[in-house]
């Protein structure tokens, strides 16, 4: 159980253009999501904590007019990069939270993100 | 201010022996404390967590890890280390009072290598 998906798995763009990234909890309702982005070898950083029906929550320094977050249902929170540039070439993570009694995040399988 | 030090950027250890990765933290209160593992290219899989009770929380693939609320520390451990224990190892925190603030401090994590 708490499997997470992450569509695309990679994805290469030319710059100026915007990527949407999906997240879904297959086999649970996740009133929250977490977006990452995590840089090669080094750790997560956190960019948005996502409330399903509600606006997303961002962590300080992170564009919320570039990076644009959707939890529209329990089980989908998607991320759209808007007008990609080279510097947003990254790894980006979601993690969902399987109830309001649990604090174990679980993580989808990340989607490699490059920027021509 | 909450935080997690991962001391250690790698962790070499021989194929049988017992393996070692270190995690203190900084936060008021009793922590929530989290290991999670990470394969390359991919998302990060839970391993245990600690939140009460027994100070020796046992997880998944034999790890282990030990509370020790004295010296802040929650070191995971396992008795005998398997090539395919090869990965990336982050420890992660959240305060018990934070509220409705779910989101997880995390440690800059540790590559574990296992030489056969």
């Known amino acids: 159980g708490a499997v997470v998906s992450q569509h695309p798995s990679w994805v290469i763009c030319k710059s100026g253009t915007s990527v949407k990234i999906e997240c879904r909890s297959l086999?649970?309702?996740?009133?929250?999501m977490f977006w990452y982005r995590q840089f090669p070898k080094q750790s997560l950083m956190l960019m948005a904590t996502?409330?399903?029906?509600?606006?997303?929550?961002?962590e300080q320094g992170v564009e919320k007019d570039k990076f644009l977050i959707n939890h529209a249902s329990l089980t989908l929170s998607t991320l759209t990069v808007t007008s990609a540039h080279p510097e947003d070439s990254s790894f980006y993570i979601c993690?969902?939270?399987?109830?309001?009694?649990?604090?174990?995040?679980?993580f989808g399988p990340g989607t490699r993100l490059t920027v021509l | 201010a909450q935080s997690v030090a991962q001391p250690e950027d790698q962790v070499n250890v021989a194929e049988g022996n017992p393996l070692t990765v270190k995690c203190t933290y900084s936060?008021?209160?009793?922590?929530?404390l989290f290991w999670y593992v990470q394969y390359p290219n991919r998302g990060l899989q839970f391993l245990l967590k600690?939140?009460?009770?027994d100070n020796l929380v046992k997880g998944s693939y034999g790890f282990e890890a030990e509370f020790n609320k004295s010296q802040t520390s929650f070191h995971l451990k396992k008795p005998s280390a398997l090539v395919s224990d090869s990965a990336l190892y982050f420890c992660?925190?959240?305060?018990?009072?934070?509220?409705?603030?779910?989101?997880?401090?995390w440690g800059l994590g540790t590559s574990l290598a296992v030489n056969p």
């Open positions: 992660a925190v959240r305060a018990p009072n934070a509220g409705n603030n779910r989101k997880l401090i």
């Open positions: 086999d649970f309702q996740a009133t929250t």
């Open positions: 936060v008021s209160g009793n922590p929530y």
């Open positions: 993690s969902a939270l399987t109830g309001m009694s649990t604090d174990t995040q679980y």
């Open positions: 600690y939140i009460t009770g």
């Open positions: 996502s409330n399903e029906g509600s606006k997303a929550t961002y």
